[in-house]
T-cell receptor, first 111, second 117 residues
Framework: KNEVEQSPQNLTAQEGEFITINCSYS?????LHWLQQHPGGGIVSLFM???GKKKHGRLIATINIQEKHSSLHITASHPRDSAVYIC?????????????FGKGTLLTVNP | DAGVIQSPRHEVTEMGQEVTLRCKPI?????LFWYRQTMMRGLELLIY????????DSGMPEDRFSAKMPNASFSTLKIQPSEPRDSAVYFC???????????????FGPGTRLTVL
């Protein structure tokens, strides 16, 4: 079983819809990252969370440490949001900067 | 700043050949990471450096892989000899790492797409 599980693997939405991508993990963590990988391959860090919620524009990320679960929400989705969204966790023990990645969620937003 | 720079962007080589991937981190960043991405396994951390010193290389798949960071502005990932299963996109990332800090963001390079025939 992977330490980081994302769902769904693929998601197709219509422009304007509210999107939710989920991430569950099985280990103790010190932080969780959400990354966006564009169709061209470039990777951008969206959020780093250790508790609560963060918001940036139309993107909202939440984390529940007790339930070992995080969600990434996109409000008023747009075709330019089409990308792979990757959840990564930083383990709380050992190497402080080692990230373990989920397999990613491919989001397609149709106009 | 130009961001993290990787070269080459694409590399096609034959099995058995030596491959060297290069990375220039963002100036001032003291952590450098090498990742590999494949369809089957997703993103995997291979090795990371702090102040040019390798800290954790437990993700390096086997002895054919080696990484160096001779100075703060340059790192290499070498595969010798290369095999078809090494075909992947290799990313380099850097960060100014302070534990628990909200500024502790990793900045990724554009990646090197390696194809081993």
């Amino acid at each position: 079983k992977n330490e980081v599980e994302q769902s769904p693997q693929n998601l197709t939405a219509q422009e304007g819809e509210f999107i939710t991508i989920n991430c569950s993990y099985s280990v103790g963590i010190s932080a969780l990252h959400w990354l966006q990988q564009h169709p061209g391959g470039g990777i951008v860090s969206l959020f780093m969370l250790s508790s609560g919620k963060k918001k940036h524009g139309r993107l909202i990320a939440t984390i529940n440490i007790q339930e070992k679960h995080s969600s990434l929400h996109i409000t008023a989705s747009h075709p330019r949001d089409s990308a792979v969204y990757i959840c990564a966790v930083r383990n709380s023990g050992g190497s402080n900067y080692k990230l373990t990645f989920g397999k990613g969620t491919l989001l397609t937003v149709n106009p | 700043d130009a961001g993290v720079i990787q070269s080459p962007r694409h590399e096609v080589t034959e099995m058995g050949q030596e491959v060297t991937l290069r990375c220039k981190p963002i100036s001032g960043h003291d952590y450098l990471f090498w990742y590999r991405q494949t369809m089957m396994r997703g993103l995997e951390l291979l090795i990371y450096f702090n102040n040019n010193v390798p800290i954790d290389d437990s993700g390096m798949p086997e002895d054919r892989f080696s990484a160096k960071m001779p100075n703060a502005s340059f790192s290499t990932l070498k595969i010798q000899p290369s095999e078809p299963r090494d075909s992947a996109v290799y990313f380099c990332a850097s960060s100014w790492g302070i534990a628990w800090s909200s500024t502790d963001t990793q900045y990724f390079g554009p990646g090197t797409r390696l194809t081993v025939l």
